[in-house]
Nanobody
Framework: QVQLVESGGGLVQAGGSLRLSCAASGRTSSTYDMAWFRQAPGKEREFVAV???????TYSESVKGRFTISRDNAKNTVFLQMSSLKPEDTAVYYC??????????????????WGQGTQVTVSS
């Protein structure tokens, strides 16, 4: 089992920045893919970014160029640096993990472990 705990959410003005953290514990491994998803009110949970165990990463089109995912394997932590935030980025942000394989997955069904989420609110 892997436990994930997100932190770093909050209220920020449009154009501002936030850094989310996700600390993993339990049966953690550097060979897990670590991802961020988000869910806005009334909408489905959507993919934001993933960093594979191999170090490769991919982003949704809506955040590409504004968000950066990174990880510190020594600390079992993954980060999401969010810049140039927009009101439409307002959502609960979730960290997710799965065992890494050759293919990087964006679908939430592929991920086995989830955190409880952290709220990000961007005011206009």
């Amino acid at each position: 089992q892997v436990q994930l705990v997100e932190s770093g959410g909050g209220l920020v003005q449009a154009g501002g920045s936030l850094r989310l953290s996700c600390a993993a514990s339990g049966r953690t491994s550097s060979t897990y893919d670590m991802a961020w998803f988000r869910q806005a009110p009334g909408k489905e949970r959507e993919f934001v970014a993933v960093m594979a165990w191999s170090g490769g990463s991919t982003y949704s089109e809506s955040v590409k160029g504004r968000f950066t995912i990174s990880r510190d394997n020594a600390k079992n932590t993954v980060f999401l640096q969010m810049s140039s935030l927009k009101p439409e980025d307002t959502a609960v942000y979730y960290c997710a993990a799965k065992r890494g394989i050759a293919t990087i997955f964006r679908g939430r069904a592929a991920y086995d472990y989830w955190g409880q989420g952290t709220q990000v609110t961007v005011s206009s």
